[in-house]
């Protein structure tokens, strides 16, 4: 193995140890499904593997593996029509214990980011719990900083709203 492909090597395994859960966290967000956003993630670490061994130039690998995984996660609706489970059923979903916090808190952001437009949910997504910054965001999303910025504003202005209204349960 040469020096360069060292390099990559470890900077690879480096962002596997470090990063590992937070990139399965980020898929799991998008997917709801434990098995499947595990696949995800590990297909697409394959795939960024294979494509650096075949000296694909990266700059920043971290934000590419990032934006793979975003990528695949808009695939994976693509290709499979999801499961839909109306969300007064979701109890019945079988869930075991380990993965019953993640599920609930997916669950719950879900509840409220489906009220808003594709692009302001993904960029809450990204912000507040992804811990992005805005830079990042417009990185990935290949947007402006300045749309990333004021989508997230107006999303959460949305929120903000429909919280306050009278009655409304969430």
Excluded at 25 to 31: G, K, L, N
């Amino acid at each position: 193995m040469n020096e360069e492909t060292e390099h990559i090597v470890t900077e690879l395994e480096r962002i596997v140890t470090e990063r590992q859960d937070w990139l399965f966290r980020f898929a799991y967000m998008r997917i709801g499904i434990r098995e499947d956003a595990e696949d995800l993630v590990q297909e697409v670490l394959l795939g960024v593997f294979r494509r650096l061994k075949e000296k694909t130039r990266v700059d920043n690998m971290e934000q590419y593996i990032i934006r793979a995984i975003s990528n695949a996660c808009t695939d994976y609706f693509r290709k499979k029509a999801p499961k839909v489970v109306m969300l007064d059923k979701v109890q019945e979903v079988a869930i075991n214990d380990s993965d019953r916090q993640i599920h609930e808190e997916y669950m719950r952001v879900n509840r409220l980011l489906e009220t808003l437009p594709r692009e302001q949910s993904e960029i809450v997504r990204l912000k507040c719990y992804d811990d992005l910054t805005f830079k990042q965001i417009a990185e990935l999303q290949d947007i402006p900083e300045a749309t990333a910025k004021s989508r997230y504003r107006y999303a959460i202005q949305h929120l903000q709203q429909m919280m306050n209204k009278k009655g409304h349960a969430i």
